[in-house]
């Protein structure tokens, strides 16, 4: 029969499977067990509101058998099974293979590190076979289908016999090398100590053949004339995992180790998590949690596909895979588990969303992701920032969204670059610093990290000695105008025109320069009426001779942001500029100085003085041309 061939990527990640010098290949068994489990899981919970499929809770159960003359482990379940179409589809691709990345064509198994990139699941039974046999019936369906492969060169799928639903993974163990004894996959007590070690805590009983052996008397007697006894072995089914879902456990026995290494396999992440949050409430609503905050987003977190939730039980009976309403949309990143005995099995999905019990619960996980964020904030400011880093971007999409609603929640656990060092900083630990003297919280806006700490505007409130906080993400100003402000003090862009830092006397001091060149500036707005609203003297200059600014609620980099929308949206939504100009540099002098004897020259000034002030601001010139024979013919 004709070999149906893997997918490509498929292929080669079985090939680095297969030549695997991967020493943690034990772990197959933990894979394969888990898809036993979660095909149980499937079931079971259709057994809640189907009686047709006729199995109790406490009928499902995974076996493992080992026959040592065959060298092979069948791992059988009676879960959802699969389809002769759910074979191919699941069994002839890798999973997640969105979160797979090979680097380079040229990759090696001895370069990657599989288990390190990504949860390996079924293909990991290569590690330690040399052919694998699926034989399963799914639920619902007449016939039965054989899915087998020796690996790289295909698989067959073939009609096959079997009665009950339900899947058996039948692993045929290599043969043992001199360097490799994959023999001691076939002895009970390693397999028993496998599934102790990584598959105890599953939900549904592990089941295997225990040899016992009893030392029963005999009729013949020794010279001391006792009963001489002789060894009867008996085998017997035994359960060898706790079932005790992790998140029952006490502390003690549910260790942060232990926590993190479900939390990888369960929600397949490589990474340790940054935090783990254990919550165990007694009252009028009891439930256990057991949450984690991922390190990194996954490769799907700002897509659709991603879906956010946290998965619910009734002492430890899944009722749902994904429950959204137990947390908010701001923190769509925590995973985990949530047990309570109080909420009944077959609540459907629409009673759920008004269920009290689960209001109750969502509104104290809230507080609890929360108070871990701070606490992290301060205890562990280098994890924060890997939290940061990866979820910075929905914590910032939380305070905008929903009206604002969440942002008393989210503020706390701002960060941002500053001038104050390398680091990134809270608002709080900003106020912390900042003198009597200084009104506000001040911020430059631009796409880079580079352009923001040089805009010219800077310079006066570095000058004051105040601390400068860098917006860099195209989203936090409108996380600062939806905060407005923090611990009452206003936050307010460098560009955005009074900066509340001249003393009286400086005021009326420009004041009267403004008075003394009131001709030039009206002929200057006159001049640069197409690019911007107003032209102002400032204060807020020291080395710089110009700068962009603007008035109004839309800012540059508001600006800048829409107009890199799809649609026109960039054409209606454009700041109100205003051009400053620094009245005691050399160019403001030579400008007067123009104006006073040719109006044409002075004009050509101001068009290269305008255009200077919008690249500062990182915006674009419209005419580059025009800018540079300008700037020619002054020279
Ligand atoms: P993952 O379990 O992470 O999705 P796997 O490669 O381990 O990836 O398995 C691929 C898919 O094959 C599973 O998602 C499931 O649909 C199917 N599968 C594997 N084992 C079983 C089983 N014992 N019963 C039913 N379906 C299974």
């Given at each position: 029969m004709a070999k149906k061939q893997f997918k490509a990527e498929s292929k080669r990640l079985l090939d680095l499977m297969i030549n695997s010098i991967y020493t943690h290949r034990e772990i197959f068994l933990r894979e394969i067990i888990s898809n036993a489990s979660d095909a149980i899981d499937k079931l079971s919970y259709l057994a809640l509101t189907d009686d047709?499929?006729?199995?109790?809770?406490?009928?499902f159960r995974i076996r493992v058998s080992l026959d040592k003359d065959a060298r092979t482990i069948t791992v059988s379940d009676n879960g959802i099974g699969m389809t002769k179409e759910e074979m191919e589809e699941n069994l002839g691709v890798i999973a997640h293979s969105g979160s797979f990345k090979f680097k380079s064509e040229h990759e090696t198994p001895e370069d990657v590190d599989i288990i390190g990139q990504f949860g390996v699941g079924f293909y990991s039974a290569f590690m330690v076979s040399d052919k694998v046999t699926v034989i399963s019936k799914a639920y619902g369906a007449e016939q039965a289908y054989m899915w087998e492969s020796t690996g790289a060169d295909g698989y067959t799928v073939t009609e096959c016999q079997k009665d009950t639903v339900g899947t058996d993974i039948i692993m045929h163990i290599k043969p043992d090398t001199q360097e490799e004894h994959y023999g001691e996959f076939l002895e009970t007590w390693r397999i028993r100590e496998l599934i102790k070690k990584y598959s105890d805590y599953v939900r549904f009983p592990i089941r295997m053949d225990i040899e016992h052996t009893e030392y029963v008397e005999t009729e013949e007697t020794d010279e001391n004339g006792n009963k001489k006894t002789e060894p009867v072995t008996h085998v017997q089914e035994e359960t060898v995992n706790s079932m005790v879902p992790i998140w029952q456990r006490s502390k003690a026995d549910a260790t942060d180790e232990k926590c993190v290494a479900f939390y990888k396999e369960r929600f397949h992440d490589t990474q340790d998590p940054v935090a783990v949050i254990r919550v165990n409430a007694e009252g009028l609503t009891s439930y256990r949690a057991l949450l984690f905050i991922p390190s990194k987003a996954p490769y799907d977190f700002y897509s659709r596909d991603y879906k956010p939730g946290l998965a619910l039980y009734s002492s430890g009976v899944m009722i749902m895979e994904n429950c959204a309403d137990l947390l908010p949309e701001c923190f769509r990143f925590v995973r985990g588990v949530v047990d309570s005995p109080d909420l009944s099995l077959n609540i459907s999905r629409e009673i759920l969303q008004h269920d009290r019990q689960l209001k109750v619960i969502a509104g104290n996980l809230e507080n609890k992701v929360k108070a871990e964020l701070l606490r992290l904030m301060t205890a562990d400011p280098e994890k924060y920032d890997t939290f940061w880093a990866a979820f910075g971007r929905q914590i910032k999409y939380g305070i905008v969204g929903e009206y604002g609603m969440k942002k008393e929640l989210l503020k706390d656990l701002l960060k941002f670059p500053s001038s104050n060092s390398d680091k990134l900083t809270s608002l709080k630990d900003y106020v912390g610093r900042m003198p009597e003297s200084q009104k506000y919280i001040y911020y430059a806006a631009a796409d880079s990290l580079h352009t923001a700490a040089g805009l010219p505007q800077n310079e006066q409130v570095r000058a004051k000695g105040y601390e400068l906080l860098y917006f860099v993400e195209d989203i936090d100003e409108f996380v600062a105008q939806m905060l407005f402000s923090y611990e009452e003090k206003e936050i307010r862009s460098v560009s955005a025109g009074d900066l509340g830092l001249e003393t009286e006397e400086e005021r009326r001091e420009q004041e009267e320069t403004a008075g003394r060149s009131q001709e030039l500036l009206a002929f200057l707005k006159e001049t640069l009426k197409d690019d911007v609203t107003d032209v102002k003297l400032s204060n807020a200059l020291v080395s710089s001779a110009v700068c962009l600014s603007y008035e109004g609620e839309i800012s540059l980099e508001m600006e800048r942001y829409f107009r890199q929308m799809p649609g026109d949206a960039g054409e209606k939504i454009k700041a109100r500029h205003v051009l400053e100009l620094n009245p005691s540099h050399q160019v403001f002098a030579a400008l007067t100085a123009a104006f006073g004897q040719d109006k044409d020259r002075a004009a050509k000034i101001a068009r290269v003085l305008c255009d200077q002030a919008k690249l500062l601001a990182g915006l674009p010139v419209d005419d580059l041309a025009a800018y540079s024979e300008a700037v020619c013919t002054l020279i």
């Open positions: 047709k499929v006729g199995l109790n809770r406490e009928d």
